[in-house]
């Protein structure tokens, strides 16, 4: 049994997931259970700074470095935070904040990963270095999941879904495991009662989750809001179908996977489209907020019915979207035979879930078990995730770093 605070900003910087995690078994028993969880907000200035960069401001150098080191000093305080009054944490588990993810440049299946040149390699950059952090907190520290497998020839997204099969998956329902971040991401998981269930657990990323929504309302609110709190703002609007049409004809949604995405795709250039596609059919600001909603519900449900064996008997559904209840409505009106419920119905919350995922991963790199699966992400093979940085016994100020 070991305690592990996992750490987790998304595509929509809102702040630092903390969870304290107390974690034994390894895989078809792990058991989890969430000792302490909270969000702890980036400083407006430091997220604009992100989300700047996100979007390719230049930066020179050395505020690139800066920021990197400001990142870190956030999520060591965020792990810091969330542990006190507990035991202190045996290991940190950082993903860090993404703030540029490109995709492997050709999908060439998983069986021919291990041939791909490094020309042709996917790329993901997140800050908030795991060696700054072991320094400032005395935890021995797992971060840049997302390496080892890029380097094999993945996606290197989405890594969840191996946690979601150990921890989600149900004897004779086939489930959705739906997070809605900035971006949407799926781990499909059979029945447990369906032979070689483990083989066929399979995700990707869905399109947009929050993030056109969020820079939309942003924009809408002159700055006043920063997000659309339960939909309601949305939910007084009627979306346009036509439109929703015409988006989802965007190449990602057609894609088969293994496919990832994030703010490169889905950022400020492309809502700057989805308002000029807008201009010719005189909506009101509910109304275009609601169809950017329905582009977000239609999309998940197109990509189930497109890439998906069987629609799935549940979806659990879990991160800042799933607190979207217009949002969950209209993804249910889209499913009408499906249950669309949160993972915190079936015992795991549903706003820690991400932050819980990467504790799992960062106990398995210390017990050397696999965190990616090939079939979802299109690696060459399974690996261990993350670059570990070990406090040594001797003296906290001292660190020895060991990727792998």
């Known amino acids: 049994m070991m305690h592990i605070i996992g750490l987790m900003s998304g595509t929509s910087v809102d ?6 995690v107390e974690i034994s078994g390894l895989e078809t028993d792990l058991q989890v259970k969430l000792l302490a969880g909270a ?3 980036y400083p407006e200035t430091l997220r604009s700074q992100i989300l700047a960069v996100g979007a390719g401001e230049p930066i020179s150098m050395s505020e690139f470095a800066t920021l990197d080191d400001a990142i870190a000093e956030q999520f060591a305080q965020a792990a810091l935070a969330v542990q006190a009054g507990h035991t202190p944490a045996d290991l940190i588990g950082s993903h860090g904040q993404t703030v540029y993810h490109r995709p492997p440049k050709k ?7 291990a041939v ?6 996917g790329y993901s950059l997140q800050l908030g270095r795991g060696a700054a952090i072991a320094h400032l907190t005395g935890i021995s520290t797992v971060s840049n999941f997302r390496v080892a497998d890029i380097a094999a020839g993945g996606q290197g997204a989405p890594l969840v879904p191996r946690v979601d099969a150990y921890l989600l998956s149900h004897a004779t329902q086939s489930r959705c495991v739906q997070n809605i971040g900035g971006i949407g991401n799926v781990t499909y998981l059979p029945a ?3 032979a070689n269930w483990e083989q066929q657990v399979r995700g990707w990323d869905t399109g947009p989750g929050n993030m056109l929504l969020d820079l939309a309302v942003q924009q809408l609110s002159q700055g006043a809001k920063t997000y659309d709190q339960d939909g309601a703002w949305a939910a007084t609007g009627t979306p346009c179908q036509v439109l929703v049409e015409q988006w989802l004809q965007q190449d990602f949604f057609q894609q088969a996977p293994p496919k990832s995405t994030g703010r490169e795709l889905f950022g400020l250039d492309y809502l700057k489209d989805c308002f000029a596609d807008a201009g010719r059919y005189q909506l009101s600001d509910a109304d275009f907020l609601a169809t950017l909603t329905e582009l977000t519900a239609r999309s998940i449900a197109h990509s189930y019915g497109t890439f998906l064996p069987q629609l799935p008997d549940q979806v659990l559904l879990c991160g800042g979207g799933s607190r979207n209840s217009y949002l969950k409505q209209r993804l249910q009106a889209h499913l009408p035979s499906t249950s669309v419920i949160t993972t915190d119905e079936v015992g795991l919350s549903a706003d820690f879930k991400e932050a819980i995922a990467f504790a799992v991963l960062a106990y398995w790199q210390h017990h050397g078990i696999p ?3 090939p079939e979802v992400t299109g690696a060459a093979k399974a690996i261990a995730l993350g670059e570990i ?3 040594t016994t001797s003296g906290r100020d001292s660190i020895e770093s060991h990727p792998h």
């Not at 702040?15 to 304290?20: E, N």
């Open 371 to 373: 965190g990616n699966l």
């Open 389 to 391: 940085h070990l406090v």
């Open 39 to 41: 969000t702890y907000p």
């Open 192 to 194: 447990r009662s369906t």
């Open 116 to 121: 791909c040149s490094s020309s042709e390699l």
């Open 107 to 113: 999908d060439q299946g998983t069986n021919d990963k």
């Open 15 to 20: 702040g630092i997931d903390a969870a304290l």
